[in-house]
Antibody, heavy 120, light 111 residues
Framework: QVTLRESGPAQVEPKQTLRLTCSFS??????????VSWIRQPPGKALEWLGR???????NYNTSLRTRLTISKDTSRNQVVLTLTNVDPVDTATYYC????????????WGQGTLVTVSS | QSALTQPASVSGSPGQSITISCTGT?????????VSWYQQHPGKAPKLMIN???KRPSGISNRFSGSKSGNTASLTISGLQAEDEADYYC???????????FGGGTRLTVL
């Protein structure tokens, strides 16, 4: 059974760094073709893909966040970490991690999401 | 403004069929058969309904079907049921540095 779960702070102050962890089970990020993406959704708004990390440590980021976003993985702990620097209130959103097959670009399993509010 | 264009809302009565469109460009929907659709109920995570334009994952009802023509992909739901009421998002790979784009979402109301 594949599960993913996001964890991290519920609130972050502007200009600070947001760090979220995606802990997963039921699959291995060392399996060829496997990938984990981060996707966010501001309250009442649409989904936005942020970036991904693949089984071979290849990474792709949304152009709009490339200078602030880093995604890393700890394969042995089955975790993927999102780091977003210099956050702004517009970064307030529910953040999801999702499993993705790297070649097919669809997200077949999602975490429940974690709401992060950027506010002082 | 989202990269893929969806109608803000659609509605239908139980038993009817509805279609949700998703219009992109030749850089995404028009070139790649990597369109997926997600259903999202309020307060819940999105759920994959269709991948690679027409494929239904295991466990998804055959009332849900996907298609594509040119730069526009479509999701059709037949035999509408009350539990289909949700937001629906399309998604596509794009052969640009953006990689993945979502639509703005469509609110389906079952009357």
């Amino acid at each position: 059974q594949v599960t993913l779960r996001e964890s991290g702070p519920a609130q972050v102050e502007p200009k600070q760094t947001l760090r979220l962890t995606c802990s997963f089970s039921g699959f291995s990020l060392s399996t060829s073709g496997m990938s984990v993406s981060w996707i966010r959704q501001p309250p009442g708004k649409a989904l936005e893909w942020l970036g991904r990390i693949d089984w071979d440590d290849d990474k792709n980021y949304n152009t709009s966040l490339r200078t602030r976003l880093t995604i890393s993985k700890d394969t042995s702990r089955n975790q993927v970490v999102l780091t977003l620097t210099n956050v702004d209130p517009v970064d307030t959103a529910t953040y999801y991690c999702a499993r993705m097959w790297a070649a097919w670009y669809y997200f077949d399993y999602w975490g429940q999401g974690t709401l992060v509010t950027v506010s002082s | 403004q989202s990269a893929l264009t969806q109608p803000a809302s659609v509605s239908g009565s139980p038993g009817q069929s509805i279609t949700i469109s998703c219009t992109g460009t030749s850089s995404d929907v028009g070139t790649y058969n990597l369109v997926s659709w997600y259903q999202q109920h309020p307060g819940k995570a999105p759920k994959l309904m269709i991948n690679e334009v027409t494929k239904r994952p295991s466990g998804i009802s055959n009332r849900f079907s996907g298609s594509k023509s040119g730069n526009t992909a479509s999701l059709t739901i037949s035999g509408l049921q009350a539990e289909d009421e949700a937001d629906y998002y399309c998604c596509s790979y794009t052969g640009t540095s953006t990689y993945v784009v979502f639509g703005g979402g469509t609110r389906l109301t079952v009357l």
